[in-house]
């Protein structure tokens, strides 16, 4: 059985940065079968895919172009898990921020999901 | 990239069936056999519904399918339950090699 585990801060001021991890129990950051995905969700927008991680013979990162610029999804095979990193954040940034296992061409677990507010 | 175009808002009473259209384009509902549905209920993570157009996991009822024609996918809902009010998403891959999400539809269980 797949679990995801989010951690991370809840509040995080305008220009800073907000970053989140998502641990991994039963399967690996470095499958050759899934890609590792960001999600977010707000009311005013619903649900947006950030990014995502996949390892084939080398690791590939893919961004939206709405925050290509800003946005970092790093692996981390010694731990199991991957982070998202979001900089330069601005009140918009305010959203429930899940990951999720992408295999199959769906997300098929996602994490609990973390609330993350851009406030001073 | 744009999101792709649902109705906001769906109905139906127990027992009929519905169905929620997912409209895109050429370059990623049209592009490939990978749009995937997914149930949102407030508070909990969202749930896979449907994948590859018309794949359901393991677990979840038949009464849930999917088609696709063209630009546009569907989600068919037959045998409403009152379970089944949620918030439904839609979601492509596109020839940028990046995934897009519908706007969502809210469906109410009348």
């Known amino acids: 059985q797949v679990q995801l585990q989010q951690s991370g801060p809840g509040l995080v001021k305008p220009s800073q940065t907000l970053s989140v991890t998502c641990a991994i129990s039963g399967d690996s950051v470095s499958s050759n079968s899934a890609a590792w995905n960001w999600i977010r969700q707000s009311p005013s927008r619903g649900l947006e895919w950030l990014g995502r991680?996949?390892?084939?013979?080398?690791?590939?990162?893919e961004y939206a172009l709405s925050v290509k610029s800003r946005m970092a999804i790093n692996p981390d095979t010694s731990n199991n898990q991957f982070s998202l990193q979001l900089y330069s954040v601005t009140p918009e940034d305010t959203a429930v921020y899940y990951c999720?296992?992408?295999?199959?061409?769906?997300?098929?677990?996602w994490g609990q999901g973390t609330l993350v507010t851009v406030s001073s | 990239q744009s999101a792709l175009t649902q109705p906001a808002s769906v109905s139906g009473s127990p027992g009929q069936s519905i169905t929620i259209s997912c409209t895109g384009t050429s370059s990623d509902v049209g592009a490939y056999n990978y749009v995937s549905w997914y149930q949102h209920h407030p508070g909990k993570a969202p749930k896979l519904m449907i994948y590859?157009?018309?794949n359901r996991p393991s677990g979840v009822s038949n009464r849930f399918s999917g088609s696709k024609s063209g630009n546009t996918a569907s989600l068919t809902i037959s045998g409403l339950q009152a379970e089944d009010e949620a918030d439904y998403y839609c979601?492509?891959?596109?020839?940028?090699?990046?995934?897009?999400f519908g706007g969502g539809s809210k469906l109410t269980v009348l």
């Open positions: 991680t996949y390892y084939r013979s080398k690791w590939f990162h």
């Open positions: 590859e157009v018309t």
């Open positions: 979601s492509s891959f596109t020839t940028s090699t990046t995934w897009v």
């Open positions: 999720a296992r992408e295999i199959s061409a769906g997300w098929d677990y």
